[in-house]
């Protein structure tokens, strides 16, 4: 898996870039790099770019497990808002499985075909294009 991550304090945006195989370690990874950014602050929006992403190995209990998991760094996440993107449809179904199971924590999260919509929901510009 090759990701990046960008955070923008003044606009309050993390962007997440990811491609390549994603199993459910890397994404609790990725997620822990982010929230321990130097940058980060609880709050801030999310936008995930996993448009890119090719192989997903991540099951409906992997869904279940990081989702439980997240609830446990809820105060470093924060009440923005998680746009995701996933134009495969197993990276989207999985997705939006964890915007259903998610709908409970501080965090709102919803799921998008396009960068567009996704940018447009956040009411933010992209901060960098994909890597």
């Known amino acids: 898996m090759c990701h990046s991550i960008t955070i923008d304090k003044d606009r309050k945006l993390a962007?997440?870039?990811a491609r390549g195989r994603v199993n459910i370690l890397e994404l609790k990874e990725i997620f822990m790099k982010t929230v321990?950014?130097?940058d980060w602050?609880?709050?801030f929006n999310m936008l995930c770019d996993y448009s890119e992403i090719e192989d997903f190995d991540v099951s409906s209990q992997d869904?279940?497990?990081i989702t439980e998991w997240q609830t446990s760094i809820d105060a470093l996440i924060g009440n923005?808002?998680?746009a995701?993107?996933?134009s495969k449809d197993s990276v989207y179904g999985m997705s939006r499985m964890?915007?259903?199971?998610?709908?409970e924590r501080s965090q709102q999260i919803c799921v998008f075909r396009k960068i567009g919509?996704?940018?447009s929901w956040l009411g933010c510009a992209m901060l960098t294009q994909n890597v």
């Open 15 to 17: 962007q997440i870039n």
């Open 36 to 38: 321990g950014h130097e």
């Open 41 to 43: 602050q609880s709050g």
């Open 98 to 103: 964890w915007e259903i199971l998610s709908s």
């Open 63 to 65: 869904v279940d497990d």
């Open 80 to 82: 923005g808002r998680c």
């Open 84 to 86: 995701v993107v996933a």
């Open 117 to 119: 919509e996704a940018v």
